[in-house]
């Protein structure tokens, strides 16, 4: 989402007294984690892993000197 979208529901949310604002698909992630909590966590997981790039060694750090 563009920070300045971001910033006009930011704002008109503050402006209407909202306790929480949450733009975008937030909504969306909030109504989901409701319906079925444990689904979204796995969802959720799987987008945090970092993805490794098939073929490709790990870059490892030498801790010899």
């Known amino acids: 989402m563009d920070a ?4 006009r529901h930011a ?3 503050i402006e209407a007294g909202k306790l929480e604002i949450r733009p ?3 909504n969306v992630l909030m109504a ?8 979204m966590l796995k ?3 799987k987008i945090g892993k ?3 790039v098939s073929g ?10």
């Open 11 to 13: 704002i008109s949310g």
């Open 24 to 26: 975008g698909l937030a």
């Open 56 to 65: 490709q060694p790990m870059n490892r750090v030498s801790t010899s000197s």
């Open 43 to 45: 969802q959720m997981a």
């Open 32 to 39: 989901m984690s409701r319906i079925a909590p444990k689904f």
């Open 50 to 52: 970092p993805k490794r």
């Open 4 to 7: 300045k979208v971001l910033a």
